[in-house]
């Protein structure tokens, strides 16, 4: 027999601190915390000096957990900036990369062998490198180096998953010293307390039937989900969902972003796993029998998250959640309503953060390890499995 979705394991202290090894739900709490103090850190390391910088173009190195930040980066600067953005996991970096340019690379660890490559790859070219990670590692000696700007963040009680505000914070305090977006001080202060109000609301301490996260967590757990970004960050934030309920979480998830995905997502509620269809999970057939008809696959669900700030442009989502309805398909809403697209993206990815923490709980899982992972990472080398 499979492992059982126990949500009332969600709302037991004693079980989530046993099965919480690596701390998981408090690193997330602290999101807030990682940004405030990242402020100071970047702040200290001299990250002002891109001001100064006027460069051609931008390239963000980052891999595995930390790629999230580069995602980040890139919608913040489009349409701002006529400055080309670009973003590397590995491999080498572009061909147009040289002295009159910028590479921001990050890497939690300080040791991801992508990350690293190629920051020693743009100090070889010459380019100004900003790094952020852990202090004394082997990014900051690249960075060190090359004369370059190195952010230190710590590293202790979280990883790459549940550190992205402290390694997002000086990629964002960088995009403002280059001119490719406006993020002040102001903003940031807004962020982080969108991360502290959000955490208070999805914690541990706030029981099932008025939690967010530990709501989406259980509609997740006997669904196959699809995540459906809208705005300014809905690519962002549905594909850092779907990374999240996959690697954390343990549940594969197909994700997608309007206006681009919205007929593939639609096309799915007549599909195989839509109300009604044999052998799919949205069968009401009571007399089903799972030994002569075989198992039901678990059932379709649309999680949307959604931009529900004031103005127009919101007709196409909600055209998609009623037409999901009208099919059978079940919903489950995020919504965020904060008045900049920057704090809506940090509401988005502190829920879903949390309920694929939740989701791992709940069946059991320690949400900060994998037998699997540890074995890729055995075959490949530490350094080289991100994230």
Known sequence: MGAVFDEARLDDEGALVALDSGETLRALAGAGAQVRRTIAAAGEAGLDRLRDVGPRGVVVAAAGGSAAVAEIFEALSRGASALPVQSCSSGSLPGWVGALDVVLAVSQSGRAAGTLALAAEAARRGAFLVTVGAADSPLADVCARAHGVHVPIPVEGSSSRTSVWAQATPALLAADAMGLASVSLETLGALADVLDRTAWEVGP????????AKLLAAD????????????????????????????????????????????????????????????????????????????????LRLVMLRDTSPGDGHALAETIVSVAQDAGVRVSLVDAAAPEPL?????????????????????????????????????????NTPG
């Open 205 to 212: 301490a706030s029981e099932s039937f008025v939690n967010p």
């Open 220 to 299: 997740l757990a006997e669904s196959t989900p699809i995540v459906l970004g809208e705005g300014a960050f809905g690519d962002v934030t549905a594909r850092r969902a779907a990374a999240m309920f996959g690697r954390t979480g343990r549940v594969p998830v197909a994700h997608g972003c309007l206006p681009d995905a919205a007929s593939q997502i639609v096309a799915c509620f007549d599909g195989p796993l839509a109300p009604g269809q044999s052998g799919g999970g949205g069968s009401d057939d009571i007399f089903a029998d799972p030994f002569l008809d075989g198992p039901t696959r678990p059932p």
């Open 343 to 383: 704090l809506r993206l940090a509401h988005h990815v502190a829920v879903t953060d949390f309920a694929a923490t939740y989701v791992a709980l709940g069946f059991g899982f320690d949400p900060a390890t994998s037998p699997h992972v540890r074995l890729l990472r055995g075959a490949r080398g530490a350094e």
